[in-house]
């Protein structure tokens, strides 16, 4: 994955694309400093799935700041964040659907013997976190965590 967006750093300077180069840069940085916290050399690669959960991260840091620029009215830097958002999840594999990651649930539910709602008919609240870690394990990182809480919420409801 390294070497690909090296090349695609090359690319994006031809192009004069500053989000993408910009982007990119902060990518390769984040992955030597992960190099470095795993007590290794800047030099040394990241596996696929290191240099993945390393995406995840900047990508779920990107969509924070979304959320805190649109809070507090600022549009323009909301935008750039998007821009980026968009080059950083080219990396991520495929998510899966609301209907699989659903599916998923329903099985781990007749799988795991959890019930769906208590004597009262409410919807048993205990159980969302072991059925949520259940079903992200299942997913294997190609599903959101804040989708596959609310997918079980709705599906123990």
């Known amino acids: 994955m390294h070497e690909e967006i090296q ?33 290794r050399t800047p030099k040394d690669k990241l596996s696929d799935g290191e240099a993945v959960a390393v995406i995840r991260r900047l990508v779920k840091q990107r969509k924070d700041s979304i959320e805190q620029f649109e809070k507090g009215g600022r549009k323009d830097l ?34 795991l013997k959890i019930t769906t709602s208590t004597s009262s008919g409410q919807a048993d609240k205990s159980k969302i976190g072991i059925l949520t870690g259940a079903v992200m394990k299942e997913c294997k990182g190609q599903a959101d965590g804040a989708l596959v809480k ?4 709705k599906v123990l409801e």
């Open 78 to 111: 909301a935008d750039n964040e998007k821009a980026e958002l968009k080059v950083l999840e080219e990396f991520l594999p495929a998510q899966m659907s609301e209907e699989q990651i659903e599916k998923i649930a329903r099985l781990k539910i007749e799988e």
């Open 7 to 39: 090349e695609q750093i090359k690319e994006a300077m031809r192009a004069r694309d500053q989000v993408r180069l910009t982007t990119l840069r902060g990518m390769l940085a984040a992955f030597t400093n992960e190099s470095v916290a795993l007590k």
């Open 150 to 153: 609310k997918i079980v919420e």
